[in-house]
């Protein structure tokens, strides 16, 4: 897997995106804000798209299951449903493309939201500017939603077409390589998790609940390899 698409996997769905509670209400706040800038301005609009995706993707992972969808129904109405899909999207291209590195991304201020596209100076803010404005160059926000395929790319799955009672057509490719870049981003944050994070520290003291641990991987590991055995040609 292409290390520049694992980096942008690891970024958009780790867990330390998940805003602190005391957090969330400024995130959700500042992330109207910019939905609202994004409609209005016409040369910065682009490049706040792709940090309104990063202000989305950070809701969407500091609410519960379920929460997602009536948060935007409550809070994103004035646009279509899409275009804070479209967001979050080429917020991952952006990711990919210039290896965005989650430290970076930790250290900018939700609550100065506004002021970051501009910002100067060696800090977090002016790092990300900086690859924004070169990632951005010239296009608009409806050339880089077409270059990157944004705009058409259907939910992966099978979502329905206006009027249709079947399943639009799903790439099997597109699926192939979702498929493998979320396993890979299992497996790559598992490893991370167990052995250069060394989670299982923070268990000390509570040896049931380490053997627990251990005993739910291998049994996880029985099912995955025998939910793999049909698909093995020998």
Not at 63 to 78: I, T
Not at 163 to 173: C, H, K, L, N, R
Not at 202 to 210: K, S
Not at 216 to 231: C, S, T, W
């Amino acid at each position: 897997m292409p290390k520049s698409k694992t980096n942008a996997l690891t970024v958009v769905q780790s867990p330390e995106l998940i805003a602190a509670p005391a957090v969330v209400a400024k995130l959700q706040k500042a992330t109207i804000e910019q939905l609202l800038i994004v409609n209005q301005l016409g040369v910065e609009r682009a490049h706040r798209a792709v940090f309104v995706g990063f202000l989305l993707t950070r809701v969407k992972a500091s609410l519960k299951h379920g929460e997602w969808g009536a948060w935007q129904k409550e809070n994103v109405h004035a646009f279509k449903k899409s275009t804070a899909n479209h967001y979050m999207r080429l917020f991952a291209v952006f990711c990919e493309s210039m290896e965005i590195q989650l430290p970076d991304l930790m250290a900018l201020p939700v609550n100065k939201a506004k002021s970051l596209v501009n910002s100067k100076g060696n800090t977090p803010a002016h790092r990300f500017a900086a690859k924004l404005k070169e990632f951005v160059g010239e296009r608009s926000l409806s050339e880089l939603l077409d270059e990157h395929g944004i705009r058409d790319a259907g939910k992966v799955g099978g979502a329905r077409e206006a009027g249709s009672s079947t399943p639009a057509t799903v790439d099997p490719e597109a699926l192939y390589q979702q498929s493998r870049d979320e396993l890979g981003l299992i497996l790559s944050r598992a490893e991370e998790a167990f052995l250069k994070e060394n989670r299982l520290q923070h268990l000390a003291g509570h040896p049931e609940e380490v053997l627990g641990v251990v005993t739910g991987l291998r049994a996880l590991a029985d099912k995955v390899e025998a939910a793999a055995q049909p698909l093995i040609k020998v």
